[in-house]
């Protein structure tokens, strides 16, 4: 009975937390796009309110949280491209916030490179799996030039897209769910 009790009125303050703290307005996310399946807009801002955060995002015209940027490096820049799921994205932060921007002014505040200006830009996208930045990497990183590409990911991004002996290629989608991560995992140890 005790369980029960604790269990009852917790759920209960959860549910009502959820629904008066957890405010979105406006989206940022076009799902069903091509290989990688879930992009952000070009151009959409998103305010979100919950216990821990208000922000507003804001998605350039290239349709990443950063500043706006040209796909053409500019000569006297040295460009580092990151790419990642919602930690790079900075979820929770605003832009300057960001670990990327962190590291822009870094680097900025001491030059590696004297004579040549430095860029890190943020591709990060919430959610996104070690396949989606994958293919974000090779569809879409190299168009801008980039002179270090960064992936930053999580133990959950890489299940999320079985790496596994054998493997004909890319899934149809990149949400696995556990019970095909668990028969990919059968099929891996039989082989081996």
Same mark, same amino acid.
């Given at each position: 009975l005790?369980?029960? &009790?604790?269990?009852?009125?917790?759920q209960e +303050?959860?549910?009502? @937390?959820? =629904?008066?703290?957890?405010?979105?307005k406006g989206?940022?996310?076009?799902?069903?796009?091509?290989?990688i399946?879930?992009?952000l807009?070009? !151009?959409?801002? =998103? /305010?979100v309110? *919950? @216990?821990?955060y208000r +922000?507003q995002? &804001?998605?350039n015209?290239? %349709?990443?949280?950063?500043?706006? &940027? /040209?796909l053409e490096?500019?000569?006297?820049t040295? $460009?580092i491209?990151?790419?990642?799921?919602?930690?790079? &994205?900075g *979820?929770?932060?605003? #832009?300057?916030? /960001?670990f +990327?921007k962190?590291i822009?002014?870094r #680097?900025?505040?001491?030059?590696p490179l004297p004579?040549?200006?430095l860029q890190v830009l943020?591709?990060?996208?919430?959610?996104?799996?070690? %396949?989606?930045?994958f293919? #974000?990497i $090779?569809d879409?990183?190299?168009?801008q030039?980039?002179d270090? +590409?960064v !992936?930053v990911?999580? =133990?959950?991004?890489? !299940?999320?897209?079985?790496f596994?002996?054998g493997?004909?290629g890319l899934?149809?989608?990149y949400v696995?769910s556990?019970?095909?991560w668990d =028969?990919l995992?059968?099929?891996t140890?039989?082989?081996?």
């Amino acid at each position: 009975l005790e369980a029960m &009790f604790r269990y009852v009125p917790l759920q209960e +303050v959860q549910r009502q @937390l959820a =629904s008066y703290y957890f405010d979105v307005k406006g989206s940022i996310y076009d799902y069903g796009v091509g290989k990688i399946n879930i992009r952000l807009k070009p !151009m959409a801002v =998103s /305010t979100v309110v *919950t @216990l821990e955060y208000r +922000v507003q995002y &804001f998605i350039n015209s290239l %349709g990443y949280r950063d500043r706006e &940027f /040209t796909l053409e490096k500019p000569a006297d820049t040295y $460009r580092i491209v990151v790419v990642g799921d919602s930690v790079t &994205f900075g *979820t929770g932060v605003e #832009l300057e916030e /960001t670990f +990327v921007k962190g590291i822009e002014r870094r #680097l900025a505040a001491n030059p590696p490179l004297p004579g040549k200006r430095l860029q890190v830009l943020n591709l990060g996208c919430g959610s996104y799996s070690a %396949g989606q930045n994958f293919v #974000l990497i $090779r569809d879409e990183a190299w168009r801008q030039s980039p002179d270090l +590409v960064v !992936m930053v990911h999580f =133990s959950n991004d890489a !299940m999320e897209w079985p790496f596994y002996a054998g493997s004909q290629g890319l899934p149809d989608s990149y949400v696995v769910s556990s019970e095909y991560w668990d =028969s990919l995992q059968k099929n891996t140890t039989k082989r081996n």
